[in-house]
């Protein structure tokens, strides 16, 4: 089982900078990626950003050029910093840790959610 730990969210205004940390503990043998979602008041879950495991990145349009993700293999955490934010961020961020390689590694897991929200 693998459990995941976000933290730093919170309240900032427009332009305005925030990051966001995710710590997985827990044992796994499997090869895995992870990744940012955010869920906005009314919305639909949605990508935001992502790392694999060799550190290859992959980043939403709305988030492309502001914000950055980055992992610590050793650690087992991944972080996104969030540059130049807008009311438009304004969201329930989750991490997600996907597990592969093999049938039995198949496994995604979700953070609780971090709150961020951004004022005009």
């Known amino acids: 089982q693998v459990q995941l730990a976000e933290s730093g969210g919170g309240s900032v205004e427009t332009g305005g900078s925030l990051r966001l940390s995710c710590a997985a503990s827990?044992?796994?043998?499997?090869?895995?990626?992870m990744s940012w979602y955010r869920q906005g008041p009314g919305k639909e879950r949605e990508f935001v950003a992502g790392?694999?495991?060799?550190?290859?990145?992959d980043y939403a349009e709305s988030a492309e050029g502001r914000f950055t993700i980055s992992r610590d293999t050793a650690k087992k955490m991944v972080s996104l910093q969030m540059n130049s934010l807008n009311p438009e961020d304004t969201a329930t961020y989750y991490c997600?840790?996907?597990?592969?390689?093999?049938?039995?590694?198949?496994?995604?897991?979700w953070g609780q959610g971090t709150q961020v929200t951004v004022s005009s």
């Open positions: 997600k840790y996907h597990t592969y390689g093999t049938r039995l590694c198949e496994r995604t897991y």
């Open positions: 827990g044992y796994t043998t499997c090869t895995y990626d």
């Open positions: 790392i694999d495991i060799v550190g290859r990145t």
